[in-house]
């Protein structure tokens, strides 16, 4: 099992920055996808950023490319989502996610993924 806690979350103004963790521990030598999902009021979760621990490949939602950079420790202990030119359109809670081997599925659905982090609220005003 793996368990997951998200920091870094607050308020900025629209072009601001803000840089999220998420801190991993228990079995994290098991996973193969690592990713940040957000969610707004109402609506499902939807993928942001997404870092394989094979190849160390990475996979970004269009609305956050050239914005937002994830990365990961060498020792998979924590994960980061650093967020740069921040809209009003990315306010949300955002969260971070994990699948172990063997399992697996698309990097942005949420289904797909087998372990949460309790989430952190990310707002941009204008």
């Known amino acids: 099992r793996v368990r997951l806690v998200e920091s870094g979350g607050g308020s900025v103004q629209a072009g601001g920055s803000l840089r999220l963790a998420c801190a991993a521990s228990?079995?994290?030598?098991?996973?193969?996808?690592m990713a940040w999902f957000r969610q707004y009021p109402g609506k499902e979760r939807e993928g942001v950023a997404a870092?394989?621990?094979?190849?160390?490949?990475?996979n970004y939602a269009d609305s956050v490319k050239g914005r937002f950079t994830i990365s990961q420790e060498i020792d998979r202990s924590t994960m980061y989502l650093q967020m740069n030119d921040l809209k009003v359109e990315d306010s949300a809670i955002y969260y971070c996610?994990?699948?172990?081997?063997?399992?697996?599925?698309?990097?942005?659905?949420?289904?797909?993924?087998?372990?949460w982090g309790q989430g952190t609220q990310v707002t941009v005003s204008s």
């Open positions: 996610a994990a699948r172990l081997w063997p399992a697996g599925g698309s990097w942005n659905q949420a289904a797909d993924f087998g372990y």
């Open positions: 228990g079995d994290i030598y098991s996973t193969n996808v």
């Open positions: 870092t394989s621990t094979v190849g160390e490949k990475t």
